[in-house]
């Protein structure tokens, strides 16, 4: 097992396109996760599903955000309309609970919108 | 809602023992966990704490009282590694959702 893996690790988009990120979690895992992240501050939690269904959306997300699982397997972001406030850490986080409720985190995507 | 403090930055010296304490308030609890994050990488798990008491794991040890929503992380004969944030999350009640705090710049001195 590989850990978690996401992809791009760089983005760098234009003001108003639209952004997709992927995420491969633990293959036994069953919850996944995203988060943004700026310098200086903790995880802010975006979004999770388990196994196919996403259980939680944050409030503070916009409507441009939109986040997909469709096999239960891996899982994508989209951001559509990149707005320069958007750059950001983003990253994904997969658990099991049935072994544990520690989260395993990727190495992230780094997002500039210039 | 939820609230989680963490002091922003602390300074210790290369051998010596920090206290890095947190507080919150959430809706519900189903546990307190520590991660370390070095610059420029991803958070990586440290300790876990869903009973009151204090859980040791080496040169690190973490503690909480639920009635008092507190928490610390211990670390011990400190190494210049051991720079990095330390992150202070919980999970609601309820949900398996995961709040993090701002996390604690810890700068280990020689």
């Known amino acids: 097992d590989t850990g978690v893996s996401q992809n791009p690790r760089h983005k760098i988009t234009k003001r108003g396109q639209n952004v997709t990120f992927r995420c491969d979690p633990i293959?036994?895992?069953?919850?996944l996760y995203w988060y943004r992240q700026t310098l200086g501050q903790g995880p802010e939690f975006l979004t999770y599903f388990q196994n196919e269904a996403q259980l939680e959306k944050s409030r503070l997300l916009s409507d441009r955000f939109s986040a997909e699982r469709p096999k239960g397997s891996f899982s994508t972001l989209e951001i559509q309309r990149t707005e320069q406030g958007d750059s950001a850490m983003y990253l994904c986080?997969?658990?099991?609970?049935?072994?544990?409720?520690?989260?395993?985190f990727g190495p992230g995507t780094r997002l500039t919108v210039l | 809602g939820q609230n989680i403090d963490q002091p922003t930055e602390m300074t210790a010296t290369e051998g010596a023992i920090v206290q890095i304490n947190c507080t919150y308030q959430t809706s519900g609890f189903n546990g307190l966990f520590w991660y370390q994050q070095h610059a420029g990488e991803a958070p990586t798990f440290l300790s876990y704490?869903?009973?009151?008491g204090l859980e040791e794991k080496g040169r690190f040890s973490s503690f909480l009282s639920r009635s008092k929503g507190y928490s610390y992380l211990l670390l011990k004969e400190l190494q210049m590694k051991d720079s990095a944030s330390y992150l202070c999350?919980?999970?609601?009640?309820?949900?398996?959702?995961?709040?993090f705090g701002t996390g604690t710049r810890l700068k280990v001195l020689a």
């Open positions: 293959s036994e895992h069953n919850r």
């Open positions: 999350a919980v999970t609601e009640g309820g949900t398996y959702k995961y709040i």
């Open positions: 986080a997969s658990t099991n609970p049935e072994s544990g409720l520690e989260q395993f």
């Open positions: 704490n869903v009973l009151d």
